[in-house]
Structure formats: structure tokens, C-alpha cells
């Protein structure tokens, strides 16, 4: 999966140039700014650090991690005032030697499986300190902006199987 990743560094960022997308995006900014005001953050998934450029100067410290060592070039390259470091990290089982006051992650909840949502959630737990906080969001399909997907069969009917679980997952 990272060398997917990996060939599409470059696109990473239009998503956030579309016109239609401008007023909910500064919305949404102007919130997180907020919520992660003098906080210690880790960034999980950084990808290009398009979040990151824009929220690292209102933490008081700021980690981006992603596991590909190319997105994090380009991340460093950026200069992004209020980042504190960059570092290698597997999101779906993030660990760190510190915990934080918050973890970010902005399109990677997607990425996870029914069945890997319970290890990162709980691993997540021991990267936060206690009353630390978890900020997630991911895309929402809308017609006409978002790129079009499928699924396989296969791939719908193991969601469709899945969802007895993430009740019980959920309560981990």
C-alpha cells in the first residue's frame, strides 16, 4: 500500500483546491486551530502535511508521523512553522515514548478494516495522556466532488458482516 501512496505524493493536496470544498474547509480549520491550541500533538498519516501546515503553529508542539519516508521528505521540506518533528510510525498501532495532550488524524480512519479498529483505538489510548483527546475525520462522499469507488463483492460483504463487530469493538 505505500508504494500506491508513495506514486501519488503529488495529487495529495488538489483534493483541498476545489472551490466547492473552500467555505467547509475554513470552517472546519478555524475549529480544529481551536482544538488543538496549546496542546502536544501527534499527527498520525500526514501524507504532504496539509493539515499539519495549517495547525502546527496553534499546538504548543507538534509531531507528524506517517510510514511513508517520501511524504515526510516533502513534509520537511515545507519549513511548517510549529512542527516540532517528523518520525517514521505505523498508524495503525501508533506507540510513542511520551504520551500527548492530542492525537490527530485527518483521512485515515477509512483506511482502517473492521477487524484493526479495536488495536488502533486501543493503541491510540496509550499514546494519549489522561483527559488527552482523539480528533478524526475523513472524507464524505458528495456527487459531482468526490472521486468515484467500488467495491468488490466480496469486499461489501465482509463489511456487511462486520458490523455485528464494531458495536463489540467500540467497547474496548
Not at 2 to 11: A, G
Not at 34 to 54: F, I, P, Q
Not at 101 to 110: E, G, P
Request: aromatic share 8%; proline share 2%; glycine share 6%.
Amino acid at each position: 500500500m505505500l508504494d500506491y501512496y508513495n506514486k501519488r505524493l503529488q495529487e495529495y493536496e488538489a483534493i483541498y483546491a476545489k472551490p466547492e470544498r473552500q467555505a467547509d474547509l475554513n470552517t472546519l480549520l478555524a475549529r480544529l486551530q481551536t482544538d488543538v491550541s496549546s496542546r502536544e500533538v501527534l499527527e498520525l498519516a500526514c501524507g504532504t502535511g496539509w493539515w499539519t501546515e495549517r495547525l502546527a503553529a496553534h499546538a504548543s508542539s507538534w509531531t507528524a508521523t506517517d510510514a511513508d519516508t517520501g511524504a515526510l521528505d516533502i513534509v520537511k521540506l515545507k519549513a511548517i512553522q510549529g512542527l516540532s518533528a517528523t518520525k517514521t510510525l505505523n498508524a495503525y498501532q501508533p506507540s510513542v515514548s511520551a504520551p500527548v495532550d492530542c492525537v490527530f488524524a485527518a483521512h485515515w480512519y477509512s483506511h482502517l478494516r473492521l477487524d484493526e479498529r479495536c488495536i488502533f483505538f486501543r493503541s491510540v489510548h496509550g499514546c494519549l495522556k489522561p483527559g488527552g483527546r482523539l480528533i478524526m475525520l475523513d472524507n464524505n462522499f458528495v456527487s459531482g466532488s468526490s472521486t468515484e469507488i467500488s467495491r468488490t463483492t466480496s469486499r461489501a460483504t465482509h463489511t456487511k458482516q462486520g458490523n455485528s463487530r464494531t458495536a463489540a469493538c467500540m467497547r474496548c
